[in-house]
Nanobody, 123 residues
Framework: QVQLVESGGGLVQAGGSLTLSCAAS????????MGWFRQPPGKEREFVAF????????YYTDSVKGRFTISRDYAKNTVYLQMNSAKPEDTAVYYC????????????????WGQGTQVTVSS
């Protein structure tokens, strides 16, 4: 069992930055992939980024490449999503997720989810 708790969401102006956190507990994550997904208003949940806990592999959806960075802190058992150059289209509820490696872009393949944190990007 893995418990995930997101935090750090809020309001940011277009072009600004925001960092989301996902604190994990319940089991060792050494063989896990950690991911971020988002659900814009009125749309389905979509893939944003994932990484292996080891940090050796990262993968991003095209729309966030060069703007978002996924990372982790071993000591804090926490995964981060740093959002730079935020755009209004980034407005969504952001969810962190976990699964045994490898990662995948398919939300249905991830077994553990956080409660979500709202990110709103104003024009």
């Amino acid at each position: 069992q893995v418990q995930l708790v997101e935090s750090g969401g809020g309001l940011v102006q277009a072009g600004g930055s925001l960092t989301l956190s996902c604190a994990a507990s319940g089991r060792t994550l050494s063989n896990f992939a950690m991911g971020w997904f988002r659900q814009p208003p009125g749309k389905e949940r979509e893939f944003v980024a994932f990484m292996t806990w080891s940090g050796s592999i990262t993968y991003y959806t095209d729309s966030v490449k060069g703007r978002f960075t996924i990372s982790r802190d071993y000591a804090k058992n926490t995964v981060y999503l740093q959002m730079n150059s935020a755009k209004p289209e980034d407005t969504a509820v952001y969810y962190c997720a976990a699964r045994l490696a490898p990662g995948t872009v398919l939300a249905s393949m991830w077994g553990y989810w956080g409660q979500g944190t709202q990110v709103t990007v104003s024009s």
